[in-house]
Structures are given as C-alpha cells and as structure tokens.
C-alpha cells in the first residue's frame, strides 16, 4: 500500500515521488501587470524600432531579467498544453516580460540614458 501525504504547497508525495497538484494562478495579478504597463507606457515615447539591452546597467539587467521570464514561460507551454498548470500562469509569465521591458525603457528614460536601436546589417 502506498503512503499518500500532502506537503504544505498541495505537492502529493506517493512513496516518497512528488506529483505537482494543478499550479493555479489568480487572474488579477496579471491585470494589476497589464495596468502598470499601461501607466508606463503613457509616459514613454511611442517604440518604432527594435531597440537592444541597453540603456544603463538598471535597464540591461532589467532587460536580461525579461529573457529568463521568456525562457521561463517557453517551459511552462507544455506544462498549460497538458493541464499541469492552468493558462494563467502562461499568461502571467508573458505579461511579466512584458512588463520587465516596459520598465528596463522606463529606466532607461529616468536616468536619462540612450537605448541601441537595432540596425539590420548589410
């Protein structure tokens, strides 16, 4: 007979295996990120380019920030696809980066630094 126990963060541990329950995730953080995005978005210059991780060391590190979010949310597809996590957390980790973006442009303008704009070579 196995032995069933529930850890403190709802895991099912099965003969010492840990099974994952359901990852949930409140909508509403993902809408309180889209409204700080917006409120940003008011004051910055309107983006027509590509730019690159640039502008100051707050804003690149903001912008290498907002790469892991991305890899973190590439991983968490699957994860949505076969109903291990609900969609929300996709969502929250897409407006996460989202939002890392935004305030690596907020930073940057802040402090008054230039952000590279990406030039196509050739």
Not at 96 to 115: I, M, N, P, V
Request: overall charge positive; hydrophobic content about 40%.
């Amino acid at each position: 007979r196995a032995c069933v126990r529930a850890c403190v963060w709802g895991c099912v541990w099965v003969c010492g295996c840990v099974w994952a329950a359901q990852t949930t995730f409140p909508v509403e953080r993902v809408e309180q990120l889209e409204k700080w995005i917006d409120d940003m978005d008011g004051v910055l210059p309107p983006l027509k380019n590509f730019i690159l991780p640039s502008g100051g060391k707050t804003a690149t590190a903001l912008h290498m920030s907002r790469s892991i979010c991305r890899r973190a949310e590439r991983r968490v597809v699957p994860l949505v696809r076969s109903e291990a996590a609900d969609r929300e957390v996709q969502m929250y980790l897409n407006r996460l980066s989202d939002y890392l973006f935004t305030l690596a442009r907020r930073s940057a303008q802040l402090e008054g630094k230039t952000e590279s704009i990406y030039k196509r070579p050739g």
